[in-house]
């Protein structure tokens, strides 16, 4: 699996758009890209996934480069209640089996 | 539908005890995996099962030992608590297809502290 870089956290305001970039240089032809949102006291859920350029949904947007060695998870407009941690996963999908990897994510605090 | 449910929510062990945490899903997926969390880093896994009856070590399987009987219990057990397994415990399951894409749908999590 890829190693993917995060940082560890990030602060924010209320109404601001936040930018998370995860950095995954040994990004594999047939590696996709996940991210996972965690709230305090709760488990993972899946938020968005993308392969190349970007991806949006009712949650995030996804932007991936043309090399794909980096992407970048895009919140906009947060509130408190987007205080969490996220993950960035990088790995094949496709072929069955347990390959998913959390490392430590980045923690993202929303101040009013 | 209640999708993964965990219990119990919190536990106190003493060294030595004995323990299961269970897990439950009621989305008849095959797919179901334990993982534990330690503070700042990221989730490991522990032991997996494809389907009932089938099971398999993950990256950190000792100390821990897992049964599958049925599509919706995958129960965790504890053989000999020690202060190293203090963690926060989470149950996952998925399809075959989903999971493949790799997404899983995690339970809220079972805080242990063992003392």
């Known amino acids: ?112 | 539908n209640a999708g993964v449910t965990q219990t119990p929510k919190f536990q106190v062990l003493k060294t030595g005890q004995s323990m299961t945490l269970q897990c439950a899903q009621d989305m008849n997926h095959e797919y179901m995996s334990w993982y534990r969390q330690d503070p700042g880093m990221g989730l490991r896994l522990i032991h997996y099962s494809v389907g009932a009856g089938i099971t398999d070590q993950g990256e950190v399987p000792n100390g821990y030992n897992v049964s599958r009987s049925t599509t919706e219990d995958f129960p965790l057990r504890l053989l000999s608590a020690a202060p190293s397994q203090t963690s926060v415990y989470f149950c996952a399951s998925s399809t075959r297809e989903v999971q493949a894409k790799n997404i899983q749908y995690f339970g809220a999590g079972t805080r242990l502290s063992v003392l």
């Open chain 1, 1 to 112: 699996l890829a190693k993917t870089t995060q940082p560890i956290s990030m602060d924010s305001y209320e109404g601001q758009e936040v930018n998370i970039t995860c950095s995954h240089n040994n990004i594999a032809t047939n590696d996709y890209i996940t991210w996972y949102q965690q709230f305090p006291s709760q488990g993972p859920r899946f938020i968005i996934q993308g392969y190349k350029t970007k991806v949006t949904n009712e949650v995030a947007s996804l932007f991936i480069p043309a090399d794909r060695k980096s992407s970048t998870l895009s919140l906009p407009r947060v509130s408190l209640s987007d205080t969490a941690v996220y993950y960035c996963l990088v790995g094949p999908i496709g072929t069955g089996g347990f390959k998913t990897i959390f490392g430590a994510g980045t923690r993202l605090f929303v101040k009013a």
